[in-house]
């Protein structure tokens, strides 16, 4: 369920789909598997840590968590499997690295920050800030949007529904 | 960068922030208070639970007397919800980050302290400055109507010849409903590290289990299966208190009518930070025990179905590390720890 | 004892809902709820219990029960709104909606997804309000006969679902499921009070709230996929279709092929709603993947690519769920959902006792709040149909306002939840791994799929377990689970009967068999 517009044009075609729809490259499925592979083990170990005075025992809290993993570590191998087979013809195409690693490090940002700042402050920054990294060059439309919405949003929150946003160093 | 390595850059640094995140930034994105006179700015009732349960029912039923009735001239009561952990994230907000405060208050229970045991938390209860205990709600133990349990002493009997025989629904497991069933099994001289006890979340499943023939004996607070014992459905085989309950014009048994001297009340108190100087301590002893007396709460606890169960200072405080201790160690009898 | 009367009950009750005041309240519930299903983290259940405060005021608490109902079924609707739209639903309930929904509005065909929507949720509330009116009494014990073993076949049942949901590779859908059933793994094990991975914090204590899940993989994953496609991908309003035509938004064969999934949705979504198996989401996954299985049996493979049968049967089935849920609530006062437990408490603490009595004892709330049921359905319809013109424009806002707009309403989602921005950083984690599944193409559902049932299902396994002191024979010597576990496997393997026959009778299949890690 790939949302990338590529995939919804691709006709119901009798070709594998591991050819055509798969956009990582080759080597990312299988770093990508090997990731799988190495979480999956750990948590199978981490089963045993779980306090359990039955055990494995069925009805005890260790049961379903080893079912789980070693199912993950099982179709880890196989995807693995899938993508060492795989021949490379996967499509190169410009994506870039920037924008998501910059929208996740205003998300870091926006949470370190939102108490301190006050919700109003904070949200407003991250509306713009993310505006922009997402490709928007109209500063002043930008700046009005952001303070409309979030001033809008606190008072919608913290006086109707009265959950407690925060007030920040704006002191609401 | 190229593209494997900045995946695996990626991946590292969102392991990291789970597994490091959790503690290490807690106090960044929490923030805290200052300290000062009570009152000298508004103050806030922290909810260590969501919006919607007992807690926070208490605790905007508490707001709106204040408020009502103006009793802090015009500073403000706010709710704040601090979910987490049974309670546990809200107590150890309110321990390390508001000391000394006395304008941020928490509501708290027999709920909090069982759930801090379960968790074997290094915080208790008694690490705050417990103001008042407020109310309390009677616990009910309830068979389904055609069960051949007619008493209590039949259920006792039944636990004594057979534990595995007997299972019991009830909340979450170490909670005030699961405590029940163990004082009353302690009580009754038998081993409470057999109790067959299936926790239920809420949303009427453990009404249904009941209902369903699923569980052998229902325990939950009396306002829960209220409809289901008028209807006809269940039957009550005892409340907790001490005090007998009388529910449609008939007065239901307790645990001590019974015959077996066992006692649960989930109470529910509200209590300040640590270390609040002792005169800011009573002015807040003075501020609650105005709303208890006011004829507001008094129909808010007759609404909910809650008894009067005020006490303050220092009798709030031996009750509550009496509580404590209590619960510890049936939940150690109970094998859940 | 049910006859002319109801007739007569009903008819005063509609005497009692068209006074001005109590319309007043069911218009305000219906935009509320509707405002709440689109905002991510704030169902009707918070919603209701913030109110709860509000409503003591209220002399008549009819007006206040008018105002929930609105509420919650209004949440049922909105949900569907935004999942179609921009792929990011804001309850579990509109997760199924948004897989085929949002590839209609790639498509051009936001128009059409968002009436199918509207007009089944009518008619699913409609015939499941008429139900509620007439078989509210029989059906009504029907969740007090629901023991630990039967809903583990329910959840197996349900997790049947996930054939439809894994997309192209067996391999990758099941190990979505996978991380989706570990995720609901995490935190403390309610029946033995164990704490599971939490990598000894607290925060973990409770386990991830599947609002931070949904969130993360949709609004916060779909974000970052955006954000890394910008330079390839030139902006482009999505171009819609001629809007009205004379068949209103849907033309003469997306009427036809949306009618059966309403009234399939609306039978699916009404019963499972009368049982306390957790709301909503059991239907609507239930119902997409029948309707996939129907359109492949007419040979019409559109599912994956905007299929609105995918769209239709889905959101008559979570509106139908909710005249389900007040089935055993008012009759037997048995919360089956988190929102029926809130409106439960309500109920309390007006005085009035939902119960076998109820109808005699509160005739006329009861026949007004059914009454409004109609009402409220009837304005939503009305509301929408219009609406939808307006909602579509959401998709000219130019891209960057779009996406930011979804990053600020997705943070103030999860910091609802807890008051802390801990849940952010939660939710932005969950949103990176979201990315890279839409790298590498792994299917989203399964994940939910897995975090909604995984937990009911361990749990009702383990009670059942508990309770026969493990015996693990009562799992098939009980009746009614006997027969829910033998449809399973029927729904599990009558879909390649013909193909097992075919290759027992040494013919070659007309289509592929399903192989390992090939498209199904």
Redesign the interface.
Known sequence: MSTSEESVNTPAETVKASEVEVEA?R??RI??AL?LIVLSTTFLIGVFDIRS?KGLDPAGPRFFPLLVTVAWLVLSIAYLVEGLRAPRTARESGRT?FEP?AV?ALL?LY??LV??LGYVIATALLFFAAARVLGSRQVVRDAIVAVVLTVVVYIAFTQFL?I?L?GGVLGL | ?S??R???V??GL?VS???S???A??K????GSVAGDFPSRNVEIMVPA???GGW??TA??FQ?VVQEKKLLGERAV?????????G??GI?KLVTKNRKDPHTLMITGLVMVGALT??Q?QITVSDTTPIATLTAEQEVLVVKSDSPLKSLKDLVELYEADP?KV?WGGG???GTDHITAGTLVKAAGADPSKV?Y??Y?????A???I?????TVGISGL?EF???I??G?MRVLATSGTEPVTLNGKQLPTMKSEGYDAEVQNWRAIVAPPDVPAADRQRLIDFVTKVNQSPEWAEIRK??GWTDFFKTGDDATRFIAEETTRVQALEKEL??L | MIGLSVFGDLLHGFGTVLDPMNLLWAILGVTLGMLVGILPGIGP??T???L??IT?NFSDPIGAFILFAGIYYGAMYGGSTTSILINTPGESASVATAIEGHKMALKGRARAALATAAIGSFVAGTISTVLLTFVAKPIGSL??????TDYFAITLLAMVAVTALVGHSLVRGLLSLVVGLFIGLIG?D????A?RYT????????GIDVVIVIVGLFAIGETLHVASKLRSTPERPAVLEKGRLRTGYLNKSDWGRSWKPWLRGTALGFPFGAI?SGGAEVPTFLSYSIERRQARKKGRDEFGDGAIEGVAGPEAANNASFSGVLV?LLT???????T???M??AF??F?V?????LFEDQSTLVWTLIASLYIGNLILLIMNLPLIQIWVQVLKVPRPLLYAGILVFACLGVYS??????EV??A??IG??GF?MRKLDFPIAPVILGVILGPTMEEQFR?AL??S?GDASVFVTRPLSAVIIVLTVLALFVPYLPRIVARIRGTRPTRDRLTFGEDD
């Open positions: 490259s080597l990312v770093i990508a990731v005075p690295w690693v996740s870091v949470a370190l108490v301190p009265d407690s925060p | 960068m593209r494997p900045t995946v695996l990626a991946a969102a922030l789970l597994v995140g959790c503690s930034l807690e960044t994105l929490d923030g969501a919006p919607g926070d029912l905007r039923q709106h706010s709710v704040v919800n601090v979910t987490g952990a049974g546990a994230v150890s379960l968790n938390s595995s299972s979450t497991i170490g067959k299936i926790s979340s809420g949303g009427g499943e009404t249904a289990a209902l369903s023939g699923d569980v306002s209220e409809e289901q008028t209807a459905k609404k909910n094998r859940i | 259940a918070l209701i219990a913030l709860l405060p003591f969740a007090s006969h629901f023991q630990a403390l309610s029946l033995s009070g704490p990598f000894g914090t607290l925060r973990l204590l409770d306390p055993p037997l006062g048995l919360p089956t959902s988190a029926a437990a809130v439960l408490a309390q603490i005085n006792q939902p119960g076998p009595q939840l807890s008051g802390s921005g801990y950083l939660m932005l984690v990176v791994a890279f009670r508990v309770i002191n």
